[in-house]
């Protein structure tokens, strides 16, 4: 499991600016599980970061300083801006995961990193790409209290799902799944038995199931999945600390009785479709078919610490911590 102690607070006088360049005050920083697997070693998606190197973490922040026509003072942006008080941008030079992008227009640093982020984006290109669902679907959804599965819900509903139930853990959640987001039904894994719960819920079986989780609770959606469905595999937070991979899942041969298919995605594939995902998204969300919930804690002291609420289930909704407010000249 990640500790607090894993990082390490330094303090560092800012450097002047060259031409290009500018500084960022970060005002919110946001948290993914998949950070968790940025800090081993070894191939993945992204490089690894490295033992010293700021955490690589997505952010809103107002600009300071600026030596770059493209950035004004006082305009707010967002980009991957690192677990830092001030970041420095080189608008030559804006490396693999791009300098600073405009929030969507009226949005809030909350919504830019929540709904219209990372999480939003894997939601609305995860269900609709790789889970396709139809009028009329059953649709299981786990971590559906976090930032990505309610998002996931609440489309499936808006496209026209006949049930959409929902996995998380303990009553505090499930009861927000349900009078909340007005999910049908909801599931709680820590302390109830999930797989029977499934078939109680839907008795013709899931047809598209979208995994957060994986581990024993994608093993009890693969025995209780329709004749072709979809399992969408957008991430195993069950097993992101675990030294060693675990073997399974057990139930795997379910895929072929059922003719289902069961397929992986990664985000940012979909990068260059993210207008038309906040579209969708900008318009449901003013026509009140999307709540977006965010939990937003404090300070940079407080920056590792939020970071294991992930991995606690302390967060609902989008996990952020707020360094500093946006000076009002903005
Ligand atoms: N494929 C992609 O491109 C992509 C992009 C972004 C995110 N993801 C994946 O999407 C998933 C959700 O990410 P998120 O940012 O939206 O986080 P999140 O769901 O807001 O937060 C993580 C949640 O996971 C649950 N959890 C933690 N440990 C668990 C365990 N052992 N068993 C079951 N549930 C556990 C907790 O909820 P409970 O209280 O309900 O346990 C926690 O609130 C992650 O797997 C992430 O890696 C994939």
């Known amino acids: 499991?990640?500790?607090?102690?894993?990082?390490?607070?330094?303090?560092?006088?800012?450097?002047?600016?060259?031409?290009?360049?500018?500084?960022?005050?970060?005002l919110m920083?946001?948290?993914?599980?998949?950070?968790?697997?940025?800090?081993?070693e070894g191939e993945s998606y992204l490089p690894p970061v490295g033992i010293g190197e700021v955490m690589r973490?997505?952010?809103?922040?107002?600009?300071?300083?600026?030596?770059?026509?493209?950035?004004?003072?006082?305009?707010?942006?967002?980009?991957?801006?690192?677990?830092?008080?001030?970041?420095?941008?080189?608008?030559?030079?804006?490396?693999?995961?791009?300098?600073?992008?405009?929030?969507?227009?009226?949005?809030?640093?909350e919504q830019a990193l929540s709904v219209f982020g990372i999480t939003g984006l894997t939601a609305y290109f995860g269900l609709l790409e790789i889970g396709q669902p139809k009028e009329g679907d059953v649709v299981l959804v786990s971590g559906a209290a976090g930032a990505t599965g309610s998002v996931v819900a609440q489309i499936a509903?808006?496209?026209?799902?006949?049930?959409?139930?929902?996995?998380?853990?303990?009553?505090?959640?499930?009861?927000?799944?349900?009078?909340?987001?007005?999910?049908?039904?909801?599931?709680?894994?820590?302390?109830?038995?999930?797989?029977?719960?499934?078939?109680?819920?839907?008795?013709?079986?899931?047809?598209v199931f979208f995994d957060n989780v994986g581990g024993e609770i994608l093993d009890s959606a693969l025995v209780n999945m329709a004749q072709r469905g979809r399992i969408v595999l957008c991430g195993?937070?069950?097993?992101?600390n675990e030294a060693e991979p675990s073997p399974g899942p057990r139930n795997y041969l379910e895929l072929t009785v059922r003719r289902c298919r069961m397929e992986g995605f990664i985000v940012i594939d979909y990068f260059s479709r993210i207008p038309e995902a906040a579209a969708d998204l900008a318009k449901w969300i003013s026509?009140?078919?999307?709540?977006?919930?965010?939990?937003?804690?404090?300070?940079?002291?407080?920056?590792?610490?939020?970071?294991?609420?992930?991995?606690?289930?302390?967060?609902?909704?989008?996990?952020l911590c707020r360094l500093a407010e946006a000076s009002p000249a903005s």
Not at 29 to 40: D, K, L, Q
Not at 66 to 87: D, K, R
Not at 301 to 318: A, D, H
């Open 157 to 207: 509903r808006i496209k026209g799902a006949s049930k959409v139930v929902g996995i998380a853990g303990g009553p505090r959640k499930c009861r927000w799944l349900t009078e909340t987001l007005g999910l049908d039904a909801a599931i709680d894994y820590k302390s109830e038995e999930v797989g029977r719960r499934i078939k109680e819920e839907c008795p013709e079986g899931v047809d």
């Open 236 to 240: 195993g937070i069950s097993r992101y």
């Open 29 to 40: 920083v946001a948290f993914e599980p998949a950070m968790r697997g940025w800090i081993n």
């Open 1 to 26: 499991m990640v500790k607090e102690s894993d990082f390490e607070l330094v303090e560092e006088p800012v450097t002047a600016l060259a031409e290009g360049q500018a500084r960022v005050r970060n």
């Open 287 to 319: 026509e009140g078919k999307i709540v977006v919930e965010t939990d937003v804690q404090e300070g940079i002291e407080n920056v590792p610490r939020t970071f294991l609420r992930l991995f606690s289930g302390e967060n609902l909704g989008k996990q």
């Open 57 to 109: 973490a997505s952010a809103v922040g107002q600009v300071v300083e600026s030596a770059t026509p493209e950035l004004e003072v006082g305009e707010i942006v967002t980009g991957m801006f690192g677990w830092q008080e001030y970041t420095l941008l080189d608008m030559r030079q804006p490396g693999m995961l791009g300098g600073a992008n405009k929030l969507p227009p009226g949005a809030t640093p």
